[in-house]
């Protein structure tokens, strides 16, 4: 019988392999990173290494002529492969590192991404530590005590949430957290009431700040014992050491960042993300998954809740309260009039532009000083948001601040090499690479240029001079700040990387809204609004004192959402520009980067549905700074409901390269968070 380890009993040779009693055979997930062979491969399990070749073991195996590692899928009875099959290489470990659970996980981001599941696995599952695995198992964390949670109960379908989850149902939820919510407090009462059934959570954050104030909150309803912190700061031996505590059982509740959202809890009840917004939660490797979409994924195979939260609200998250697969927990109108600060902007009123004509134009205007001052007169910090990062720096018209564009393809312009002033270049089309010599501004007809960016030690030290005898404080890619004190003080940060200060902030001022609101980017206007709203959340209530300068026009869309403190209306106009205009979360759209003559080949290859749209190719400009390596990018749309047919085709169409030995690479990638 073909496959079958028996057949006519010969002899046994000395030093020769035998096949274990039962279930001799084992499916291997190889870590080969070529698509064509992303598929189980079966092998024999030899009788001296049945007991250690369980399911989720990690093993080698010896495939086309190289020894691999891989992963036990399964241990089945017969195998339908009629040639003759190897035998493992060897158990590296015996430890049942990829769970049931997570491998249908890994398989399904896989296929949804149109990625492999091997490079999923190793998002999943941190590299091994021999000395940490044999370290003996803790006791398992006492089962904690519900919560009170009365802060949750104030929300109008807070309780029904709670009460959902603690019962086991799969509630689906997007939280709208009120302005000065103690978030981490909140996230760590619904992580206990949920572990107090048995069930294990997952809290997904952005970065590392975050990290430490959710786990400590956590902690505090739990117990350390019971909560586990996960990032990729961690050494390897502390990490796999964290890693494996959760695996065994000894903690239930994980707390992490986007990797964390594969975390092998035991009976997933609770899956929350923390501003999803962040684009730290987008994996950048392949098959590049938003850690919201694995934990979606993760709660309808499970059947277990799901808490979508933050300040703003993404157009994803909107489109989950569409379509009915999620609920809105939001505050009251009164709720948040009492806890939101007084939001102020450009031009919202005639008094204010007669009393400082030069507003518009001004970096910093009367408005923005007169907040600060009387903050610090308060004796309340200020916070002021320079959007230095995240964003590609362009040109503006010295003037009027219009976004400086080529006058071929209507591409930002930018100094290439970078933006210093001290060696006067040509500026150059960040689309087309052509050099503009002279600029005619179409608004204003100035000739003078400027740059788009000035940064936060720039900003700090003008503030500096500005504000005698305040102290100054930076927080951004040099040092980031976790909190400051309640005293007046000027603390100068850039976008996610805002302290939290004692008592909360007096004035915030968000400088450079132009600057956010005009990338050439889909995602420019939602981005800028979760930026201003996260910053604002600081600020202490109108009530108290506490006031916003946001310095942009006061008729745009975020501003006045801002002003009014409504994500909720923001993310629904976002939402229905995009279903208008046939882009992601409306639909589902692939990428595909490459060299021209790759994108071309991969378009002639892949069998898209019948509903497909192609747009472009468009030229990216060059790979690396020789300029030598044009690259293109194709836009593949279909409607939703396609999603998952667009993804096989994609898949397979990429396995049709590997397998042709194709070596000009392409990247496939699904609504990624950039749209240029």
């Known amino acids: 019988m073909a496959g079958k380890p028996g057949g006519r009993q010969r002899a046994k040779r000395k030093g020769e392999r035998q096949p274990a009693e039962s279930l001799p055979f084992a499916r291997i997930c190889v870590d080969v990173p070529l698509a064509h062979l992303d598929r189980p491969f079966d092998y024999l399990v030899p009788s001296d290494a049945d007991a250690d070749a369980v399911p989720g073991a990690r093993v080698r195996v010896r495939f086309a002529g190289q020894l691999v590692d891989g992963y036990v899928l399964e241990r089945v009875e017969s195998s339908e492969f009629g040639g003759r099959l190897s035998y493992l290489?060897?158990?590296?470990?015996a430890e049942p590192v990829l769970s049931p659970e997570i491998m249908k996980l890994a398989r399904a981001v896989a296929d949804r991404g149109a990625g492999m599941m091997i490079d999923v696995l190793r998002l999943a599952i941190p590299p091994r530590h021999a000395k940490v695995e044999a370290e003996p198992p803790r006791a398992p964390a006492p089962v904690p005590e519900a919560p009170a949670a009365e802060v949750w109960h104030s929300y109008p379908r807070g309780k029904a949430f709670l009460e959902a989850a603690l019962a086991g149902r799969a509630a689906h939820a997007?939280?709208?957290?009120?302005?000065?919510?103690?978030?981490?407090?909140?996230?760590a009462e619904a992580a206990a009431t949920v572990a107090s059934t048995g069930r294990g959570v997952v809290v997904?954050?952005?970065?590392?700040?975050?990290?430490?104030?959710?786990?400590?909150?956590?902690?505090?309803?739990?117990?350390?014992?019971?909560?586990?912190?996960?990032s990729a700061d961690l050494g390897p031996a502390e990490r796999y050491r964290r890693w494996l505590a959760v695996l065994r059982g000894t903690a239930h509740v994980v707390v992490g960042t986007r990797a964390a959202a594969f975390a092998p809890v035991h009976d997933p009840g609770l899956l929350v993300i923390w501003d999803d917004g962040d684009d730290l939660h987008y994996e950048p490797r392949s098959p590049y998954p938003h850690a919201r979409e694995v934990l979606a994924q993760r709660a309808h195979a499970n059947g277990a809740a799901l808490l979508v939260a933050g300040f703003a609200r993404t157009t994803e998250a909107q489109l989950l309260v569409d379509t009915g697969w999620a609920h809105e927990i939001i505050g009251t109108r009164d709720q948040v009039r009492a806890a939101a600060p007084r939001v102020a902007s450009i031009g919202e009123t005639d008094t204010q532009l007669a009393r400082d004509p030069a507003a518009r134009a001004a970096r910093l205007p009367s408005i923005a000083f007169e907040a600060a001052r009387s903050a610090l007169a308060a004796g309340a910090p200020v916070l002021i948001q320079v959007p230095r990062r995240g964003y590609v720096p362009s040109l503006t018209c010295a003037n009027c601040r219009e976004p400086a564009r080529c006058r071929r393809c209507a591409g930002?312009?930018?100094?290439?090499?970078?933006?210093?002033?001290?060696?006067?270049?040509?500026?150059?089309?960040?689309?087309?690479?052509?050099?503009?010599?002279?600029?005619?501004?179409?608004?204003?007809?100035?000739?003078?240029?400027?740059?788009?960016?000035?940064?936060?030690?720039?900003?700090?030290?003008?503030?500096?001079?500005?504000?005698?005898?305040?102290?100054?404080?930076?927080?951004g890619a040099d040092e980031v700040l976790a909190s400051v004190p309640g005293k007046p003080a000027l603390v100068v940060a850039t976008p996610g990387a805002e302290p939290v200060a004692e008592g909360g902030y007096g004035a915030?001022?968000?400088?450079?809204?132009?600057?956010?609101?005009?990338?050439?980017?889909?995602?420019?206007?939602?981005?800028?609004?979760?930026?201003?709203?996260?910053?604002?959340?600081?600020?202490?209530?109108?009530?108290?004192?506490?006031?916003?300068?946001?310095?942009?026009?006061?008729?745009?869309?975020?501003?006045?959402?801002?002003?009014?403190?409504?994500?909720?209306?923001?993310?629904?106009?976002?939402?229905?520009?995009?279903?208008e205009l046939g882009f992601p979360p409306a639909v589902r759209m692939g990428t595909v980067d490459g060299t021209p003559d790759a994108v071309a080949a991969f378009l002639e290859t892949v069998r898209l549905p019948e509903s497909a749209e192609v747009l472009g190719p468009v030229p990216l400009g060059p790979e690396g700074a020789d300029g030598l390596a044009e690259r293109e990018r194709a836009l593949i749309r279909v409607p939703r409901r396609d999603g998952r047919l667009l993804a096989t085709a994609l898949a397979e169409a990429r396995g049709v390269r590997t397998a042709r030995k194709e070596t000009d690479p392409v990247r496939v990638r699904f609504d990624p968070p950039e749209l240029v």
Request: charged content about 25%; glycine content about 8%; proline content about 6%.
């Open 89 to 93: 290489d060897r158990v590296v470990s």
């Open 174 to 187: 997007v939280w709208q957290a009120l302005p000065g919510e103690d978030w981490p407090a909140r996230l």
């Open 204 to 230: 997904v954050v952005p970065d590392h700040r975050d990290l430490a104030r959710v786990h400590k909150a956590c902690e505090a309803l739990i117990g350390a014992e019971g909560v586990v912190a996960l």
């Open 412 to 475: 930002p312009l930018a100094l290439p090499g970078g933006m210093r002033d001290d060696q006067p270049r040509p500026a150059a089309c960040r689309w087309c690479g052509v050099s503009e010599a002279s600029f005619v501004c179409p608004a204003c007809s100035s000739r003078r240029m400027r740059a788009a960016v000035i940064g936060a030690k720039r900003t700090a030290e003008e503030l500096g001079r500005a504000f005698s005898g305040v102290v100054v404080r930076t927080s």
């Open 508 to 579: 915030a001022l968000l400088l450079d809204g132009w600057a956010l609101l005009n990338r050439a980017d889909l995602r420019a206007t939602e981005e800028a609004y979760r930026k201003w709203i996260t910053a604002a959340a600081l600020v202490r209530p109108g009530a108290d004192g506490g006031k916003v300068v946001v310095i942009a026009e006061s008729a745009l869309a975020p501003v006045q959402a801002l002003v009014r403190w409504d994500p909720v209306w923001h993310a629904r106009q976002e939402l229905a520009g995009r279903q």
